[in-house]
């Protein structure tokens, strides 16, 4: 094969590298993203073992979904009512609180028919915000107040709150907060204070409504115990409340305040208060007491949960939890219905009492991330306790998801790029013991390539691509260069156009015999010819003849080439014999 041949077989080469370098890394990427793709529409389904698969409401279906949860950011606020001082303290959780700050809603008003987004802010059913109501009503029992007095509490309580424009706390002419905002940033002014005691009053079972002014808005409280200015709405009276400032009682209302559209919030239904529960070995009873407010209507039954699995639902005020895992912590969550439907919750935190001696924690806990799932591994305990292991209980952040009897485990439907917290502990006859230090693992998808493979094929696409182009120039060039020297070469009757030769052309010595007159011309003859094809004779004389010369009775023809590859090319020829290209 010559030089052009083998730069030809070359740049064919060079071309399936680069197409499979292209195929190779986009296949790669596209596994890649692919699996992103699958991870971030994986949705987590975490079996939750304990309580009974009956069919009933889905705890999701219930308003206040989110429980109260203790020792997630105390904060502590003290106030004065009739001379003696009140204290209060609860638990704020961070992401609670991201969760209203982030929540989409319009916090302002710019026309008249905005005004009805006020009824959006009262929040009667959060978690944080019940939990403050039931302090107050704690308060008030404690002291002997009746239902006007712990009105008049809780609203003491508001009023303490420092007030502050919205343009120097948020930077807005108007910003309406969320109660559990107010709560948090303990600063406020007259919309943001009003949307807090009604939402308080309303978890405490009171009917109160929103006074909208034309540049302040109050709350109006419903109660025959009640008196001084009011606000009459469909035979209902709301007694003013102002939540801004020190020393104002319910009814007492400031004189530039006249006219306002009132929007009544209304009675909701509340959860269950004063829940207890009494454990004992493999079981606990659970007793409550009915909400403060029934919404309206009478409370017709009650559902219960265990760690957020159905159980039952009862018409009574008292339950019995069996067939529990002793030292093992539960969640018992109880919601009351009316004829609008299920409240929200109220949670109890329980734990079965043990009866022996508890094995010790598992040792050598172990966790390997996967795609969109984690497994544990790990060791019996040094110390098994009164009997032998039985099994082990897998949790995952807090929660336990699994009883298994050997030392492995995989938990699997887990969000990738997603943080979580897991864990084991051992069980025995005596119970649950405590569990090994948590391991805080990331699920990520596996690797579809290492990680110095991607940058490789880069560079070896950049170089084979480099390579190519510079192929290609160069045999752009020399066939410009081939084909400018053929050209010159083929010139055909220029004085300076050397004689081309013939490669079968014969040098022929002789002469050229005479015809008679009048004869036709048949060509040149030759006698006594002698032929040397690759010597050069010492005299060459030209045949004369008057038409076309002929060997072999076919016209003479000049030489052709092969416009690719510059070959010599075969009279007849269709294809090139060098390079395989079609010349005609």
């Given amino acids: 094969?010559?030089?052009?041949?083998?730069?030809?077989?070359?740049?064919?080469?060079?071309?399936?590298?680069?197409?499979?370098?292209?195929?190779?890394?986009?296949?790669?990427?596209?596994?890649?993203?692919?699996?992103?793709?699958?991870?971030a529409c994986q949705v987590p389904v975490v079996p939750c073992l304990g309580g009974n698969a009956l069919p009933g409401p889905p705890l999701g279906s219930i308003q206040g979904l989110s429980a109260y949860v203790e020792g997630a950011g105390e904060l502590t606020y003290d106030w004065t009512y009739e001379y003696n001082e009140y204290s209060v303290s609860f638990d704020l959780p961070d992401e609670l609180y991201a969760y209203y700050q982030d929540y989409p809603i319009q916090r302002?008003?710019?026309?008249?028919?905005?005004?009805?987004?006020?009824?959006?802010?009262?929040?009667?059913?959060?978690?944080?915000?019940?939990?403050?109501?039931?302090?107050?009503?704690?308060?008030?029992?404690?002291?002997?107040?009746?239902?006007?007095?712990?009105?008049?509490?809780?609203?003491?309580?508001?009023?303490?709150?420092?007030?502050?424009?919205?343009?120097?706390?948020?930077?807005?002419?108007?910003?309406?907060?969320?109660?559990?905002?107010?709560?948090?940033?303990?600063?406020?002014?007259?919309?943001?204070?009003?949307?807090?005691?009604?939402?308080?009053?309303?978890?405490?079972?009171?009917e109160t409504a929103l006074l909208v002014f034309e540049d302040h808005i109050a709350v109006g409280v419903s109660g025959e115990e009640f008196d001084g200015w009011y606000y009459e709405i469909e035979g209902t009276?709301?007694?003013?409340?102002e939540t801004t400032g020190t020393g104002w009682s319910i009814g007492e209302m400031p004189e530039e305040y006249d006219e306002a559209y009132v929007l009544p919030v209304g009675i909701r239904l509340g959860?269950?208060?004063?829940?207890?529960?009494?454990?004992?070995?493999?079981?606990?009873?659970?007793?409550?007491?009915?909400?403060?407010?029934?919404?309206?209507?009478?409370?017709?039954?009650?559902?219960?949960?265990?760690?957020?699995?159905?159980?039952?639902?009862?018409?009574?005020?008292?339950?019995?939890?069996?067939?529990?895992?002793?030292?093992?912590?539960?969640?018992?969550?109880?919601?009351?219905?009316?004829?609008?439907?299920?409240?929200?919750?109220?949670?109890?935190?329980?734990?079965?009492?043990?009866?022996?001696?508890?094995?010790?924690?598992?040792?050598?806990?172990?966790?390997?991330?996967?795609?969109?799932?984690?497994?544990?591994?790990?060791?019996?305990?040094?110390?098994?306790?009164?009997?032998?292991?039985?099994?082990?209980?897998?949790?995952?952040?807090?929660?336990?998801?699994?009883?298994?009897?050997?030392?492995?485990?995989?938990?699997?439907?887990?969000?990738?790029g997603e943080e979580y917290e897991v864990t084991v502990a051992a069980h025995n006859s005596a119970g649950v013991g405590?569990?090994?230090?948590?391991?805080?693992?990331?699920?990520?998808?596996?690797?579809?390539?290492?990680?110095?493979?991607?940058?490789?094929?880069?560079?070896?696409?950049?170089?084979?691509?480099?390579?190519?182009?510079a192929v290609a120039v160069q045999t752009r060039r020399s066939r410009r260069m081939r084909a400018q020297m053929m050209q010159g070469t083929l010139q055909m009757g220029g004085d300076s156009a050397p004689p081309v030769p013939l490669p079968y052309q014969s040098q022929v010595e002789g002469v050229r015999s005479e015809q008679p007159q009048g004869a036709p011309d048949t060509g040149p003859v030759v006698e006594g010819a002698s032929i040397a094809m690759g010597s050069a004779p010492a005299a060459v004389v030209a045949p004369e003849a008057s038409g076309d010369a002929q060997v072999d009775g076919k016209g003479l023809e000049p030489p052709r080439f092969c416009a690719y590859c510059g070959s010599p090319l075969e009279r007849d020829a269709v294809f090139c014999s060098n390079c395989g290209n079609r010349v005609r």
Avoid at 442 to 457: F, K, Q, T
Wanted: one cysteine or more; aromatic letters at 12%.
């Fill in 1 to 39: 094969m010559n030089f052009f041949g083998r730069r030809r077989a070359f740049v064919s080469i060079s071309v399936f590298l680069v197409v499979m370098t292209v195929i190779s890394a986009g296949c790669a990427f596209l596994q890649i993203a692919g699996a992103e793709g699958d991870a």
């Fill in 108 to 206: 302002y008003m710019v026309m008249e028919g905005d005004r009805d987004n006020a009824l959006d802010f009262i929040t009667d059913n959060d978690s944080v915000v019940v939990y403050v109501a039931e302090c107050m009503d704690d308060l008030s029992e404690r002291v002997g107040l009746d239902d006007a007095g712990k009105a008049e509490l809780v609203l003491a309580f508001v009023q303490e709150i420092p007030y502050e424009y919205d343009n120097v706390t948020h930077s807005m002419g108007d910003y309406w907060s969320f109660p559990v905002e107010t709560l948090h940033d303990w600063v406020g002014d007259c919309e943001d204070t009003s949307f807090l005691y009604s939402s308080l009053m309303a978890a405490l079972g009171y």
């Fill in 237 to 241: 009276k709301y007694y003013y409340c």
């Fill in 271 to 416: 959860p269950p208060t004063d829940l207890e529960a009494e454990v004992g070995d493999s079981e606990a009873t659970i007793s409550w007491s009915p909400p403060n407010s029934d919404g309206g209507s009478p409370v017709d039954r009650y559902a219960i949960y265990l760690d957020g699995e159905f159980v039952a639902e009862v018409y009574g005020t008292i339950y019995t939890l069996t067939d529990l895992l002793n030292g093992l912590e539960y969640e018992v969550t109880i919601a009351a219905h009316n004829e609008e439907g299920y409240g929200p919750p109220a949670v109890l935190f329980i734990m079965p009492l043990a009866q022996g001696v508890l094995p010790e924690a598992p040792t050598a806990l172990k966790v390997k991330a996967g795609d969109g799932a984690v497994t544990l591994t790990w060791s019996p305990p040094e110390d098994e306790g009164e009997t032998a292991v039985d099994f082990y209980v897998v949790f995952l952040d807090g929660r336990k998801v699994a009883l298994v009897e050997n030392t492995t485990y995989t938990i699997r439907g887990l969000m990738n």
């Fill in 434 to 469: 405590p569990k090994a230090p948590a391991v805080v693992v990331i699920p990520a998808p596996d690797e579809v390539l290492p990680s110095w493979a991607i940058p490789l094929m880069l560079l070896i696409l950049v170089t084979v691509i480099v390579i190519v182009c």
